[in-house]
């Protein structure tokens, strides 16, 4: 029997506060190893069993676990942890899930919730200690048919719940999955949603994973506002009700409703004090100096807001009732982004990730001198501008492909009218609620507010890891020129975070994303010039900061990874409408390209993050591309370029899909569904058309092949080479490695697939006689040497032929600038005409960097040796 031992880290290498809401991983398992996740368990680093869940996340080919999830409760922390194989100890503490007709409940020993299956209410109630805490909690949003701000006769809408299913019931983590869509008053339905509310065992505080689909009319349809409000019940007296706001750092807007502090005379220490911790106050009776007859003279503050319009700044105001003036209360940077108003017989609160990033936010306390407050976190402001989703130019009379292409020459945009309509992008948000059976400490919200901020992450090391998802290895300085190129690795990805912060690449559509190329000129990246704007994950960014993260194990490179897997999955990608399952090449605006393509969309720039964290969105994310093929029928990606363009027809039998950028994203979307559904559809056509390519006269050197839709097979006539310097550098390199270990470990079976991928990798780079004599000609179009020294690398690796690898390592130095120490200048300070001192890059693109990145790291694990 195979022995199982993971270890398992903090992300940020330090026990967090884990009673706040468990924590979810996976880990990876070697074929054949384990046959069912219940042979798992898991022990905390002094060698103590401890409670866990776990379950399958993908399946090797002979049905082993390839992938299991992992699942702790609330509880204090341990070091570390080992998942091991062996009976785990029953929790003492379990998550219990009842459904009824109309509902379904959840009691986390800790809190008891119930959802709602249809109407309204996506949460009908929350309990604490058999008290009700909250209720009512719903989506919110408001639209406009103009983008103007303060449009009178704003169309309301309430989210309405159509279905609500129990993904997992426990013991230990339970997760429901809740559907619906924004009805206005008119009647009209639009703004679909999915929220997966994700519980654990002993935990009060429960996540929302809230996603929605854009699918309005660009030109009349503007999000005014979006939001999740709840009730909450108030029972105290007015002194003794609480309102808290966080704002930077951990520091807490703390005041009372009806506050006991400032005043001219002074109910006495311990009043004050009580008041200002959350605890009931003194009996008025016996506070100092007459308080108790004049208390009646305080006003009540009755409203709270605060506001983050950017990512720099926000602001609280308050006031005594809706016809009173907005008062200030505060004001500083970048808000942590958590509220809670409650009173001493209980409350709630709410926290929202990445609050500043994801501006316009906002935060708002109403009615709190009445029964019923309401708390509402709005992930677009209705303080802010309408949403405006219009493409940004009028088409400059690009009416025809010549005319395309011509304007393709110089603003790099791939324009064509209707297509940059942001009709079917989406956008997902990270909340927590946590209900309180009375006002809690600052110091605990303030421990709630970390916790919403960075949320804890368990990972495997990066030493178990290695030897899955791809070619890498291990950091290694131990020789001087190898250690130069660990620095340079560092040094690209230390520049990149920076350079978010540093451009403010943030808001509701941006956050996650980076700019593809830089104007040196003005010193700035080009924000504003057609297809070099917003990158859209070319040249596959993703992969390079997964890729990353799975050796370095750096808690900063994750966050980035996984914040560009939610914005590349959802706002680079359409959900619904003509193009569903395709992707948007960069421009200006994530969705304006015209060029749709599976390339973006691809479940390889997704899998790693799922594999990691086991979150069910980004799983979905993958699974909704399982039909993408068909896309292929709907809208020929190389309309624009392509030769036999007065005879191509795209039928059901013929379809034309390229070997590289498409295939590599149809192979990706088919083995992940085959190893998380055992979807044998998709295990029928990866491994066919693997055959198929094996099985081409020219292999992946023919370039495209012609698809049989309704078989999934490609037609194995076709003889011809064609060339894309493309082909590769969108997950065809990691997926193919893969599917080639798989054929060695006996698990897949496709003659000539091997093959196929390793003359592809010997003869990219090779000299023009070799290519010749084995290709019949010598290909056009070889370029980006430098990431393509990686296939040479891959060959001299399986070939054991240190010629190649001589080859590949000259390629490499030879083919980028992102070696040499002018590749940039750092801190360069601009003119005063600018508008602060940045970084500045000299000739980096942001596509090119991923690419050198990759090159770096795969060559160090394949041919590393050959560097000395």
């Given at each position: 029997?195979?022995?199982?031992d993971?270890?398992?880290?903090?992300?940020d290498d330090?026990?967090?506060?884990?009673?706040?809401?468990g924590v979810?991983?996976?880990?990876?398992l070697?074929?054949?190893?384990?046959?069912?996740?219940?042979?798992?368990s898991?022990?905390?680093?002094?060698?103590?069993?401890?409670?866990?869940?776990?379950?399958?996340?993908?399946?090797?080919?002979?049905?082993?676990?390839?992938?299991a999830?992992?699942?702790?409760?609330?509880?204090e922390?341990?070091?570390?942890?080992?998942?091991?194989?062996?009976?785990?100890?029953?929790?003492?503490?379990?998550?219990?899930v009842?459904?009824?007709?109309?509902?379904?409940e959840v009691?986390?020993?800790?809190?008891?919730?119930?959802?709602?299956?249809?109407?309204?209410?996506?949460?009908?109630s929350?309990?604490?200690s058999?008290?009700?805490?909250?209720?009512?909690?719903?989506?919110?949003?408001?639209?406009?048919?103009?983008?103007e701000?303060?449009?009178?006769?704003?169309?309301?809408?309430?989210?309405?719940?159509?279905?609500?299913?129990?993904e997992?019931?426990?013991?230990l983590?339970?997760?429901?999955?809740?559907?619906?869509?924004?009805?206005e008053?008119?009647?009209?339905?639009w703004?679909?949603?999915?929220?997966?509310?994700?519980?654990?065992?002993?935990?009060?505080?429960?996540?929302?994973?809230?996603?929605?689909?854009?699918?309005?009319?660009?030109?009349?349809?503007?999000?005014?506002?979006?939001?999740l409000r709840?009730?909450?019940?108030?029972r105290a007296?007015?002194?003794?009700?609480?309102?808290?706001?966080a704002?930077?750092?951990?520091?807490?807007?703390?005041?009372?409703?009806?506050?006991?502090?400032?005043?001219?005379?002074d109910?006495?220490?311990?009043?004050?004090?009580?008041?200002?911790d959350g605890?009931p106050?003194?009996?008025?009776?016996?506070?100092?100096?007459?308080?108790?007859?004049?208390?009646?003279?305080?006003?009540?503050?009755?409203?709270?807001?605060l506001?983050?319009?950017?990512?720099?700044?926000?602001t609280?105001?308050?006031?005594?009732?809706?016809?009173?003036?907005?008062?200030?209360?505060?004001?500083?940077?970048?808000?942590?982004?958590?509220?809670?108003?409650?009173?001493?017989a209980?409350?709630?609160?709410?926290g929202?990730?990445?609050?500043?990033?994801?501006?316009?936010?906002?935060?708002?306390?109403?009615a709190?001198?009445?029964?019923?407050?309401?708390?509402?976190l709005?992930?677009?402001?209705?303080?802010?501008?309408?949403?405006?989703?219009?493409?940004y130019?009028?088409?400059?009379?690009?009416d025809?492909?010549?005319d395309?292409?011509?304007?393709?020459?110089?603003?790099?945009?791939?324009?064509?009218?209707?297509?940059?309509?942001?009709?079917?992008?989406?956008?997902?948000?990270?909340?927590?609620?946590?209900?309180y059976?009375?006002?809690p400490?600052?110091?605990?919200?303030?421990?709630?507010?970390?916790?919403?901020?960075?949320?804890?992450?368990?990972?495997?090391?990066?030493?178990a890891?290695?030897?899955?998802?791809?070619?890498w290895?291990?950091?290694?300085?131990?020789?001087?020129?190898?250690?130069a190129?660990?620095?340079?690795?560092?040094?690209?990805?230390?520049?990149?975070?920076?350079?978010?912060d540093?451009?403010?690449?943030?808001?509701?559509?941006?956050?996650?994303?980076?700019?593809?190329?830089?104007?040196?000129?003005r010193?700035?990246?080009?924000?504003?010039?057609?297809?070099?704007?917003?990158?859209?994950?070319?040249?596959?960014?993703?992969?390079?900061?997964?890729?990353?993260?799975?050796?370095?194990?750096?808690?900063?490179?994750?966050?980035l990874?996984?914040?560009?897997?939610?914005?590349?999955g959802?706002?680079?990608v359409?959900?619904?409408?003509?193009?569903r399952?395709?992707?948007?090449?960069?421009?200006v605006?994530?969705?304006?390209?015209?060029?749709?393509?599976?390339?973006?969309?691809?479940?390889?720039y997704?899998?790693?993050?799922?594999?990691?964290?086991?979150?069910e969105h980004?799983?979905?994310?993958?699974l909704e591309?399982?039909?993408?093929?068909?896309?292929?029928?709907?809208?020929d990606?190389?309309?624009?370029?392509?030769?036999?363009?007065?005879?191509?027809?795209?039928?059901?039998g013929?379809?034309?899909?390229?070997?590289?950028?498409?295939?590599?994203?149809?192979?990706?979307?088919?083995?992940?569904?085959?190893?998380?559904t055992?979807?044998?559809?998709s295990r029928?056509?990866?491994?066919?058309?693997?055959?198929?390519?094996?099985?081409?006269?020219?292999?992946?050197?023919?370039?495209e092949a012609?698809?049989?839709?309704?078989k999934?097979?490609?037609?194995t006539?076709?003889?011809?080479?064609?060339?894309s310097?493309?082909s590769?550098?969108?997950?065809?390199?990691?997926?193919?490695?893969?599917l080639?270990?798989?054929?060695?470990?006996?698990?897949?079976?496709a003659?000539?697939?091997k093959?196929?991928w390793?003359?592809?990798?010997?003869?990219?780079?090779?000299d023009?006689?070799?290519?010749?004599?084995?290709l019949?000609?010598?290909?056009?179009?070889?370029h980006l040497?430098?990431?393509?020294?990686?296939l040479?690398?891959y060959?001299?690796?399986?070939?054991?032929d240190?010629a190649?690898?001589?080859?590949?390592?000259?390629?490499?130095?030879?083919?980028?600038?992102f070696?040499g120490?002018?590749?940039?200048?750092?801190?360069?300070i601009?003119?005063?005409?600018?508008l602060?001192?940045v970084?500045?890059?000299?000739?980096?693109s942001?596509?090119?960097?991923?690419?050198?990145?990759?090159?770096?790291?795969?060559?160090?694990?394949?041919?590393?040796?050959?560097?000395?």
């Amino acid at each position: 029997m195979t022995t199982v031992d993971v270890p398992l880290r903090w992300l940020d290498d330090a026990a967090p506060d884990l009673a706040l809401a468990g924590v979810t991983c996976g880990v990876p398992l070697a074929p054949g190893a384990v046959a069912d996740p219940a042979e798992l368990s898991v022990v905390d680093d002094a060698g103590t069993p401890v409670p866990a869940q776990t379950w399958r996340l993908a399946a090797w080919p002979d049905g082993s676990v390839k992938w299991a999830g992992i699942a702790l409760g609330a509880g204090e922390p341990a070091d570390g942890y080992r998942v091991v194989r062996g009976p785990g100890p029953a929790p003492a503490v379990r998550v219990h899930v009842a459904e009824t007709a109309d509902a379904v409940e959840v009691d986390t020993g800790a809190a008891r919730i119930t959802l709602s299956r249809t109407g309204t209410d996506l949460v009908r109630s929350i309990r604490v200690s058999d008290a009700e805490v909250a209720a009512s909690g719903r989506l919110v949003s408001s639209r406009q048919d103009r983008p103007e701000p303060d449009v009178p006769g704003r169309a309301h809408a309430a989210g309405h719940v159509t279905a609500c299913e129990v993904e997992q019931d426990g013991p230990l983590r339970a997760v429901v999955r809740v559907t619906g869509v924004h009805r206005e008053e008119s009647g009209r339905e639009w703004l679909p949603f999915t929220v997966r509310l994700v519980f654990a065992a002993g935990a009060a505080t429960f996540r929302i994973v809230h996603s929605f689909t854009w699918d309005g009319d660009p030109e009349r349809d503007f999000l005014s506002s979006l939001g999740l409000r709840f009730t909450v019940p108030l029972r105290a007296d007015l002194h003794d009700r609480h309102v808290r706001l966080a704002g930077a750092g951990g520091g807490f807007l703390r005041e009372a409703v009806r506050g006991l502090t400032g005043l001219r005379r002074d109910p006495g220490a311990e009043v004050r004090a009580a008041q200002l911790d959350g605890r009931p106050v003194p009996d008025p009776s016996t506070w100092d100096r007459d308080v108790e007859r004049l208390s009646r003279w305080i006003p009540a503050w009755a409203d709270y807001t605060l506001r983050q319009p950017n990512a720099n700044g926000y602001t609280i105001r308050k006031r005594t009732a809706a016809d009173r003036p907005w008062i200030d209360a505060a004001q500083g940077t970048r808000a942590d982004g958590l509220a809670y108003v409650g009173d001493t017989a209980g409350g709630l609160a709410l926290g929202l990730t990445g609050f500043w990033q994801s501006h316009p936010t906002g935060l708002d306390v109403r009615a709190a001198d009445t029964e019923a407050a309401t708390l509402t976190l709005w992930l677009w402001s209705p303080d802010a501008e309408p949403m405006d989703l219009r493409f940004y130019h009028d088409g400059l009379g690009q009416d025809t492909y010549a005319d395309q292409l011509d304007a393709l020459e110089i603003t790099y945009e791939d324009y064509e009218p209707g297509f940059g309509t942001a009709h079917g992008i989406a956008r997902t948000h990270e909340l927590t609620v946590t209900p309180y059976a009375a006002t809690p400490p600052v110091a605990e919200l303030a421990r709630l507010a970390r916790g919403t901020v960075l949320r804890p992450q368990l990972a495997a090391t990066p030493e178990a890891l290695q030897g899955f998802l791809g070619d890498w290895d291990l950091p290694d300085r131990a020789d001087p020129k190898r250690a130069a190129l660990e620095d340079r690795l560092d040094f690209l990805l230390d520049f990149y975070i920076g350079q978010i912060d540093q451009r403010s690449w943030y808001g509701f559509w941006n956050f996650g994303d980076v700019m593809h190329a830089y104007d040196a000129d003005r010193h700035t990246w080009r924000y504003d010039v057609g297809g070099y704007a917003w990158d859209n994950s070319e040249l596959s960014p993703d992969l390079w900061l997964w890729t990353s993260f799975l050796r370095t194990g750096r808690a900063d490179v994750f966050r980035l990874a996984e914040r560009m897997t939610r914005h590349t999955g959802d706002v680079d990608v359409y959900h619904a409408g003509p193009w569903r399952g395709l992707g948007t090449r960069h421009n200006v605006q994530h969705w304006g390209c015209s060029a749709k393509q599976v390339r973006i969309s691809t479940p390889a720039y997704r899998r790693v993050h799922y594999l990691l964290t086991g979150d069910e969105h980004t799983r979905d994310r993958m699974l909704e591309q399982r039909d993408s093929d068909a896309t292929f029928l709907a809208l020929d990606p190389t309309r624009k370029v392509r030769a036999d363009a007065a005879t191509y027809r795209p039928e059901r039998g013929a379809l034309a899909v390229g070997l590289g950028t498409d295939w590599s994203a149809l192979a990706a979307t088919w083995l992940a569904d085959w190893e998380i559904t055992g979807n044998e559809r998709s295990r029928d056509r990866l491994v066919g058309t693997m055959r198929d390519i094996g099985s081409l006269p020219k292999g992946f050197f023919t370039g495209e092949a012609l698809y049989d839709l309704d078989k999934g097979r490609f037609d194995t006539a076709r003889d011809r080479v064609a060339l894309s310097h493309l082909s590769a550098v969108f997950g065809l390199v990691e997926v193919c490695s893969e599917l080639v270990s798989l054929i060695d470990a006996g698990l897949v079976d496709a003659p000539g697939f091997k093959d196929a991928w390793l003359q592809y990798c010997r003869l990219y780079l090779a000299d023009p006689e070799a290519q010749r004599a084995e290709l019949g000609t010598a290909p056009a179009g070889v370029h980006l040497e430098q990431a393509h020294s990686r296939l040479t690398a891959y060959a001299a690796h399986r070939l054991g032929d240190d010629a190649l690898a001589d080859r590949a390592w000259r390629a490499y130095f030879a083919g980028g600038e992102f070696m040499g120490e002018d590749a940039f200048r750092t801190v360069q300070i601009l003119p005063p005409e600018v508008l602060a001192p940045v970084d500045e890059a000299r000739t980096l693109s942001t596509n090119d960097a991923a690419q050198c990145g990759l090159a770096t790291i795969q060559n160090l694990a394949l041919i590393g040796r050959r560097l000395r």
